[in-house]
């Protein structure tokens, strides 16, 4: 029915955080100079129940930012990352915080 397959949509995301992505204590975020491509994103991660933010540089390039430690924790979950690196430091900051050290 034309519909993104839902097994699809976090392997898409996934490729797309894996090669345009960065992960820092503050935000998850990608970037691109496609206005709509970054709009669809924002959509999809919407649909997995994430809510982030476009900004927009000075030359046109659009920034997609999650921000907050609880919508990071439902990104690790639902998308993940292939990067070690980048899991590995997801999986850090995620670790060191208390609202997600285990009991």
Same mark, same amino acid.
Not at 45 to 68: A, D, E, P
Not at 69 to 75: G, P
Not at 86 to 95: A, G
């Given at each position: 029915? #034309?519909?993104?397959?839902?097994?699809?949509?976090?392997? %898409?995301?996934?490729?797309?955080?894996?090669?345009?992505?960065?992960?820092?204590?503050?935000?998850?975020?990608?970037?691109?100079?496609?206005?709509? #491509?970054?709009? #669809?994103?924002?959509?999809?991660?919407?649909?997995?129940? =994430?809510?982030?933010?476009? #900004?927009?540089?000075? +030359?046109?390039?659009?920034?997609?930012? =999650? %921000?907050?430690?609880?919508? %990071?924790?439902? %990104?690790?979950?639902?998308?993940?990352?292939?990067?070690?690196? +980048?899991?590995?430091?997801?999986?850090? =900051?995620? +670790?060191?915080?208390?609202?997600?050290?285990?009991?």
């Amino acid at each position: 029915n #034309g519909q993104f397959d839902l097994k699809l949509r976090p392997a %898409f995301l996934r490729g797309i955080y894996d090669s345009e992505g960065c992960v820092t204590r503050s935000s998850i975020m990608t970037s691109s100079s496609n206005k709509e #491509g970054i709009r #669809g994103v924002k959509f999809l991660l919407k649909r997995l129940g =994430i809510k982030s933010k476009i #900004g927009i540089t000075k +030359k046109n390039h659009y920034i997609l930012w =999650i %921000f907050r430690k609880e919508r %990071f924790k439902i %990104f690790r979950d639902k998308i993940g990352l292939t990067v070690e690196r +980048k899991q590995n430091k997801l999986n850090e =900051i995620l +670790k060191n915080d208390r609202a997600y050290k285990p009991a």
